[in-house]
């Protein structure tokens, strides 16, 4: 249990101090880092397809039953623990996931002071789509899951809708 506690202290010490840290100035001590990763606080970033994100959530999900689900939540009712709330929205947002390939659609533009369009933003135009609407872009470099998992921790999770955090949900609920 103390194990945990200092682990989890590491992952939010290095985003959280009377409230966001600025991305220059999040420091996580490498040894620090190996003790979070090695309790499963912290992690390597991710560099993932949206393709091999779906593969990897219709793997997944055959392997979480409903049950599992449920109890994890109602269990979250007691010990307060947030993190397993969060698989609810995860799963039932799998759930609704349609087997596809990314298909590009324009997501966002900006624009400069003659007009012209100086950036365009993209994202998956099928899982757009879906019901609730899901942000699937075609590449994920780099991604930090650590961010992730402290939201997840600490709040719940709060990108729920985005297929990454989907995925990495349940990857968490799995294990």
Partial sequence: MEDEKKAKNI?????????????????TIPTDFEYAKS????FEPL???????????????PM???DKVAKAFLSSLSNRRLDLRSSLASYFIAKQLVPHKYTTALSG???GENGEVT?????????????YGIIGYEKYINE????????????????????????????????
Avoid: A, P
């Avoid at 560099?47 to 999900?61: G, W």
């Avoid at 997840?152 to 609920?173: A, S």
């Fill in 144 to 175: 930090d899951l650590n961010v992730l998992n402290f939201e997840r921790i600490k709040w719940g999770g709060v990108r729920h809708g985005q297929l990454i955090y989907t995925l990495f949900d349940l990857q968490q609920l799995h294990t």
């Fill in 64 to 66: 979480i039953s409903l």
């Fill in 39 to 42: 309790k499963g606080f912290m």
């Fill in 47 to 61: 560099t993932i397809s949206h393709d091999q994100c779906f593969d990897k959530i219709f793997e997944i999900l």
């Fill in 11 to 27: 992952l939010f010490k290095t985003y959280w101090k009377n409230g966001w840290i600025d991305d220059k100035e999040r420091r």
């Fill in 109 to 111: 533009q900006s624009f």
């Fill in 119 to 131: 950036h365009e933003s993209h994202t998956c135009g099928i899982c757009r789509d879906l019901k």
